[in-house]
């Protein structure tokens, strides 16, 4: 399975918790987090306050939808996930459908940029979880705005860090 043989380092390990750190040139300070409910990348630093650490940590879980993917569970909203609606990510409780689980889980893929993991959508392949002017989506390239293809290798290709909430 693709997922499990990106997991160099132990860093895709389930039941632990990361941070997924930006790695398009300029930008490696930002990392995913949720804010007001909605999946954003912020700068974050040893300085930066409890919040912002625990909005950008996740909890890895075997995907929701295929136990060979991936779901991001909330640090500090424990039974919440980053799941897409309307190709926004956003962060919701888990509602117990079928539809969530798969718009919860997400497959990790070898870096479109050559290094570090993109995470395919587990019901809309060929979308990848993708950051555009600070907001994260699910994005195939093939489209404008968020979705287009200017810097798209780069910015659906992230570096599964150690997390900033342990």
Request: some cysteine; hydrophobic content about 30%; proline content about 3%.
């Amino acid at each position: 399975n693709a997922s499990r043989n990106l997991n160099t380092q132990g860093l895709l390990k389930t039941g632990q918790y990361r941070s997924l750190q930006v790695t398009s040139p300029g930008y490696t300070n930002r990392y995913l987090r949720h804010f007001n409910g909605l999946g954003v990348t912020e700068v974050v630093t040893n300085t930066s306050d409890g919040t912002l650490k625990q909005d950008t940590t996740f909890k890895l879980t075997a995907g929701l939808a295929d136990a060979a993917c991936y779901s991001f569970e909330s640090r500090n909203y424990p039974g919440s996930y980053l799941r897409h609606f309307n190709s926004r990510i956003q962060r919701d409780a888990r509602d117990g459908s079928a539809q969530f689980d798969q718009d919860a889980t997400f497959c990790a893929r070898p870096g479109l940029n050559g290094g570090g993991v993109s995470f395919e959508s587990y019901n809309f392949t060929g979308k990848y979880l993708r950051h555009y002017a600070s907001e994260v989506w699910i994005a195939s390239g093939f489209g404008k705005d968020w979705d287009s293809g200017s810097g798209f290798n780069a910015d659906a290709t992230w570096n599964v860090a150690a997390p900033w909430a342990p």
